[in-house]
């Protein structure tokens, strides 16, 4: 660390304007000096906006202050061009949520939360006969006899990773099982928390309908609770292989189920953006993205008040250390978590206008341990001086391309460069859509090495030439 | 182990009553081993009463199935003279339970519980400014005027410690805190939970009110949600600085509460005994306890259901092995959590009786790491015997006087003698009296050692000789 700060040092030290006196002034420090000295807005941003602001649920009044929020400290911060950019969404609200095991045993509560875009149960609740499976395949295989009128439960323990890969495989119960068992006519679907922890705190997220199917109230358990719900579906079987033997009445596992929660309709969601302006005007931007709105269970601390912090405070830093060269937007994009809207709306706004390279941070807050590229090939040098800086902080160079994240995900596909700063998620899907999405859950150190790590590659990417990104 | 096994198989051997053919059949296996073996009824009793039963209520009728859950148990499992000793006690049940931080910033949803004995605030809820206190130290010494007519907030949180020594120190905030608060006219008591780990499961457990001082609605926050108060707390009183200085009427913090639990009353519960009938008719029993009955957010796993477990285990493997001299009884006490009626029941029906000595657990389902004695001098001899047994487990002798459970409290206060096998307390207050107090938290491999130590502490004490135990 200590050999890549004189290199920066030197770096900078040439780019300083002289000045003709005996003794030179000191050089202004570099970005990555600053991003290691004791300012760190990337935890007062996250520390403020979890605590005066909280939960910030797309489209409802507390994303709105968050804006308010947002604006009046991306001003305070001395970011230029500040502003809100509004759009409008759909808008579904949680209600209550209940679930109760109800038969053959005792009845038990269950921690249950609905999804994203779930039906209502009504204000009675529905009652019917659990049908399991363990994974959504075999759902998707199943017959529809076997699903019509229970209520679907999907299993499917997803398992750590540190690059959180299980995700996409293992989200799909969540992300599409719900449309699958409403087709095979399901009054209902309960997951296993798509989630690596064993804590009673149920992972929400949303789940999508195709047009024309119905939606039906569709919850998620923690992960205890489902292993709970499966201990009881084995002893049911058991019970039934043996009772039927003996010439009994199976008894099937019972759910009792309440979820109220509501379509609200459009309603007002927005984007902030800010800027570092270039000194040079004719250069394309660099653009980085974070998202403001939060699921509604925890404040959004990882998820991702702690991206907007981490890219902030790099920005802020490269700001100090001096002009760059291109100019430094940064977007905190609203409406993410329910369908990328802010994204989105910031690409049919601005998708024409040339951008230099988009970089997002929405994967937590621990440690950068690799970087992945997708850039021009005008830029290998460049890939490898980023590479060579970073190496310094304990970041591989991936093999894989870089895919972006979800608020520039529209600019990608476009054509866009990209690069990322892969996050360790190793314990990301313990706390990921939970109520333990919270401040606590932030380690001080490891979000300082993010600042560092992107501090260190913006203030390349913003200083590049136009030969290298054009 | 290995010599520790060798030593009890020659000692098992010895006691094997001799048979005159050739070849003398091999000996029966040890406690210990037996205990080592493939079966492992402590697992299964865990498994089986969190998951057909679960959480089980002091006076409920999920107590009163787990009554009869024991019973069928006990019996199945070859135990003699097993049976309820039922007697009422009064019950508190919990109701709707919601906090807010509603002012000076946007409202935000808090996780809290009520804790036992809190009297409610009535269906609509009630709200109020909060007063802050470090401690319960610190309210104690508050002037009244400070407390009169507000919400009390007692912060402190608790340091994890391998021996669970915080509990008694912190624990007073919730033991007594609310009783202070109402003698100087708050409206309402909210605590940080008595607990070590930053999830949003607050911490239940009892609270008490003196004869004479008005119950006052008493709920927890997880550490989370404490740590939000905490930070908006500390906002507020520097925005009330600023402000005051300015001429403006300092805003302080509020919540909004709603706890509607209530008082239904006396009603049954129980205990239920078991025995492993000695050879000897005038030997006096060794007493084992746990407690059967667990609060209602959990499903009673750590506390106490594998308590219940381990020591039934061990009865069985001893009774497996060969029959004792002296009876051992197996108590599953009722209603501990609540105020151990179990244990006073037990006592009342049974304090005159003789024992030889009484041992419980109910401290989780973490290993066996030290053993503390409080037997009578004549058992110097046998208290070696044990210690070198145990050494052989990873147990060290402790140097302070074993104080006993709370089941056999009123047992060791009248001057039963009594050994304590330490678990390791390190995770115990991360999931006591919570939701997370599920099967998935016991490490198998854990609850194993338990067995093992209790099994071989067990099979010495239940053979010792009236000389050593009178």
Redesign the interface.
Same mark, same amino acid.
């Given at each position: 660390m200590k050999n890549s700060l004189r290199t920066l040092a030197l770096a900078s030290a040439v780019l300083v304007a002289g000045s003709a006196v005996a003794i030179p002034p000191p050089p202004p420090p570099t970005a990555t000096e600053l991003a290691q000295s004791g300012d760190d807005p990337a935890w007062s941003i996250t520390?403020d906006l979890t605590?005066?602001?909280?939960?910030r649920m797309a489209g409802t009044?507390?994303e709105s202050?968050a804006r308010r929020w947002a604006v009046a400290r991306l001003q305070a911060m001395g970011f230029a061009n500040v502003r809100e950019e509004q759009f409008d969404m759909p808008v579904w609200v949680r209600g209550e949520e209940e679930a109760s095991l109800v038969g053959p045993?005792?009845p038990?509560?269950l921690?249950i939360t609905a999804l994203g875009n779930s039906a209502s149960t009504g204000a009675k609740g529905i009652e019917g006969d659990i049908v399991y499976f363990p994974s959504y395949d075999a759902l998707v295989a199943a017959p529809e006899a076997q699903v019509k009128g229970k209520i679907v439960f999907i299993d499917h323990q997803m398992e750590r990773a540190q690059d959180g890969s299980g995700y996409g495989q293992y989200g799909r119960g969540r992300f599409i099982g719900a449309n699958a068992a409403s087709k095979k006519g399901a009054i209902a679907v309960v997951i296993r928390s798509i989630g690596t922890d064993?804590?009673?705190?149920p992972h929400t997220g949303g789940t999508n309908f195709e047009k024309g199917v119905t939606p039906i109230p569709a919850g998620a358990l923690s992960?205890?609770d489902a292993?709970?719900l499966v201990?009881?579906w084995q002893?049911t079987l058991r019970m039934r292989t043996k009772e039927t033997a003996l010439g009994y009445t199976p008894e099937p596992l019972r759910l009792k189920l309440l979820l109220t929660p509501k379509q609200v309709g459009q309603q007002h969601s927005g984007n902030v953006i800010a800027e570092v302006p270039g000194s040079d005007p004719n250069a394309s931007p660099v653009i980085i993205a974070c998202h403001l709105d939060s699921w509604d269970l925890? @404040?959004g601390a990882i998820d991702d008040g702690a991206g907007c912090g981490i890219i902030t405070a790099a920005a802020k830093h490269v700001m100090t250390a001096r002009q760059p060269r291109r100019t430094i937007r940064v977007l905190w994009a609203g409406a993410e978590e329910v369908g990328v809207f802010g994204g989105k709306a910031y690409f049919e706004k601005h998708g024409t206008e040339k951008h230099a390279v988009a970089l997002e941070s929405d994967f937590g807050a621990d440690r950068v341990w690799r970087v992945d590229f997708k850039l021009p090939a005008s830029a290998k040098a460049l890939e490898d001086r980023i590479a060579a800086e970073l190496s310094a902080f304990g970041i591989v160079r991936g093999k894989e391309p870089a895919g972006g994240g979800a608020d520039i995900g529209a600019l990608v596909a476009a054509g866009v460069p990209t690069l990322d700063l892969q996050q360790d998620g190793t314990r990301y899907f313990d706390l990921h859509h939970t109520?333990?999405d @919270?401040?606590?859950?932030i380690d001080p150190v490891q979000l300082r090495q993010n600042v560092v790590a992107w501090t260190a590659t913006l203030a390349i990417l913003a200083n590049s030439s136009d030969a290298e990104l054009p």
């Open positions: 520390e605590t005066e602001i909280g939960p009044e507390a202050a045993f005792l038990q509560k921690a064993n804590h009673r705190t992960n205890p292993d709970q201990r009881q002893r925890g @404040t109520p333990d @919270t401040l606590d859950k």
